[in-house]
Each structure stands twice: as C-alpha cells, then as structure tokens.
C-alpha cells in the first residue's frame, strides 16, 4: 500500500497541516494536468513556503490526486447530517459545536492487544467507521485506513480520569480527516480497565453504536457475528427511491399544511437568551428506574395500546408545561428510520436519524390515558407521513431569524420495549458514564431501556439554565414517572 496515500487523511498528518497552513495564509494550490500549481497574493509567497512545496512536491501531488479521488466518489449527506454539518458554524443559535456522542464503559479484565486487533476488524469491515466528511459537505468512505492505535494511559485517581473526561468528551473532529471518533483505554492497575469512546454523531446514530460494541464484544467472547454486505452508502444512494411518489406527495402535503399551525417551541425559564450563548456546554442528568418499575409502565402501555415512547414523552411534556409560558409548544423528536427492503438494514453501521415533531397543549381535567392517547395518534401521523424529512418541517415553522434554534427542546426515544434483545456488553462490562452533545438544542431527553431498566437521562446546556431550575424540572419528571406506575391512568394525573 502507498503510505502517503495511507496517511493523508490523518488530522496530525504533517502534510495537510502545512496544506492548510498556506490555505490560511492566501496560497492557493492545486492540480493542472496532474501539475502542481500554485497562486497566492503578492508578498504571501514566502522563500520558506516555496522551498516547502519544492521539497514535497511528489507527497503533494500524491495527496491531491488521492483528494480528488475521494471526493469523486464521495456521496450525498442525509438532511439531518447537513444540519449537524451546519451546526458546526457559530453563526447558528447554539451552534459551533459537532455532534457528539462520548461514553466509558469499566472492564474487569482486558487483553488490549486483542481487543485493540478486533476493533481494527470492525473497522475494516463497517464502511461507517472508515467515513469522512468532505468541506464542500458530502461524505466519502476511504478505502484504506491505517491501523488504529489504542492509546493506554495510566492514572492515579478519579480526578485525573475526570480530567480525561473533559478533554476527550467535547471534541470536535476535523472535516475531511480521518478517523472521526476516539477510542482510549485508561487504568489504575493494569488488570481493570475503563474504555473511553467518542464520536462525531454525523457517521453514527445511538443504534448504530451499539451494534458496533456488540460486535466488538461478540468477536472479543469468540462469537461468530453477522457482517451486513449492504452499506450505508447504499442506503443513502438509495434513500429517494424507497417511498413511492404519491407517498412522498401526502406527506409533503400534509406537513405544508400544519406547519402553518405548529405551536413554537416551549418558552422555557432560560438563564439568558439562547443567542447569547457563544459556544455551548452540555452537562447530564441521570436516573434509572427498577427493572419492576419499568415492567411496570411497559405493561400499562401494552393495555393501553400506547407504546412506552409515547409514555414517556407525555410525561416529559407535562413537566415542560408546568414552567413553559404558553401551556401549547412543539417539541423536536428524534427518529431512527431503516427504510428498505433489504433486510440487512438493521445491522447496518450509519447515521439513519430523522427528526419530527410533536404537539402538547395542557388542558385541565383530562386524563392521563387521554393525554397519552393524544400522543400515540402524534407519534402514529410521523410514522404514515414520514416521507417528508424533519428537517423540512423546521424550516417550513414561522421564526424571525433564520439562524435561530426553533426546536431546541428534544425527546429521544431509543426503547425495545417488553422484547428486549440481546443486551451488546458482556457481564464483564458497564456503561459507567454518558454525554451527548448537539448543535441548536437546548434540552435532549434521552430515554434508554437496555437491560430492562428504564434509564432517563437529561442533556442540557450549562448557560441556559439555573442548576435548581433544570434540577428542579428533572426531579418533577421523575416524580411524575413514579406516580403513573402507581396509580391508574384512566384519572387525571398531577404533577
């Protein structure tokens, strides 16, 4: 293999540094006939920079050429990766940041040198986990990666892995660099370890990482797995085809109609003004409920006809009603669509998210089942006009400034249900700590199941709340949660 072309995508690669070095400078340098040119303003052409580009000259050429191979082939991003692609700039309310998605998970044992050979396999064998995303915002899959290193670092206390934490859990990966995630371990004592992992949301989806740690867990316990030949790529190429014209026509026609009508978003008692935040930080909120207790709502559900989703985000926008200054609001929901017909989809590494949108009005002397029901019939006119993209729904809301975050309030669902799969982590290893991270939102409740314990968890940014007001809404949430599992849904059902 050509080990500049190996290389070259590396964020560290001494060879795009420079590159960009003289892009930032004014000197502007490409191919001509596979010729090296090169053109800046009078006086930015240094003796230095010239001597460079004499002296890398082949490596240049090299890289470029690979440049704009990758770039042919590259693809289309969904319309949600376009969003988070656009969230990167500070320009947008709440934005400057990436997309990110960081957990730890502790082992009781580990041998790094296989476990570091079977992520090197996984990597080869999902196209995701060898993506990029290119400037002029497409994506590309490279054909060849070079072996990624796991880096072992030891450490004394919990501090100096908090210290870790903070470092690895914000980061913001390079477009057009390779890889887009962070993979670390950190140790005490050479036996146990913690394993860090970090990426950028714009590959990988919440399903699609745990099918990765499934796989990697799988193959590390000697199992056999299933690798999907159907990619990601695939999908996407794809994706216009799957809904038929006249599906595409109601949804459209049903979406440019009500969008007319959505409430706003909850007005919610922020700290200061979500534009006068510059770059925002996220901090989690975290309770998780019994097994006994989650049965217990999955089982209330299943009566109902209702799924726990839609539970769980009726009491969430209860809770919001209580401090929002219009008792009427539009949340954004978070949607995790495998549309096709073929069946290896749902093992399939990417980022299939959609977004939608739900409606609440607060009304006295309603039910609980009733409010419920309200939000089933919600969730069910997503899934029958969902040939219309999310994201065209928020761009369609009334707003005055079109950078502003219109739907920064979100509710995410990843739930199995009473059916609970295979859970993706050995009895060997815990999830210990979780953080999410996302451009224009100032609030993401994430609903979790695995296990079959019911995991709420609250990411939300620091500057746009008081610490006892978002305390104070998340333990009312809680709150509410215990009192459904205790009394009867066919009442009405007070916070």
Known sequence: MDKTKEFIWLADNELRINLNKLASDGINVWLEDEKLKFKGEQGKVTEEALKWMRQNKTAIISYLLEKEEVQDKGFDLTPIQKAYFLGRDNLYELGGISANYYFEIDMDKLDVKKFESIFNQVIHDNEALRGIILKCGRQAVLSNVPWFSIEVKRVNDEAEQKALRSEWESKIYPLESWPMFHVGLTTKDNCCYRLHVGFDCILLDAWSVTLMLKQIYKLYENDKIMVPAYTFREYCNEHGKLLNEKIQEQAERYWSQRCEMLPKAPALPYAKKLSDINIPHFRRLNYELPKSDTETIYMKAKEYKVTPAAVLCTVYMKVLAEYAESPEFSINLTVFNRLSANREVQEVLGDFTNISIAVYEAKKGRSFKEEVLETQKEFWNLVKYRGYEGVKIIRKMPKNNPVQASLPVVFTGILQG??????????????????????????????????????????????????????????????????????????????
């Open 418 to 495: 009473l059916k609970q799969a295979d859970y993706y982590l050995p009895n060997w290893a815990r999830e210990i700590y979780a953080y999410s991270q996302t451009p224009q939102v100032s609030l993401d409740y994430q609903a979790t199941d695995f296990k079959g314990n019911l995991s709420v968890n609250w990411d939300y940014v620091v500057q746009a709340f008081e610490n006892f007001v978002i305390q104070e809404m998340f333990d009312k949430n809680i709150a509410l949660l215990r009192k459904i599992i205790q009394l009867g849904w066919e009442q009405e059902i007070e916070i």
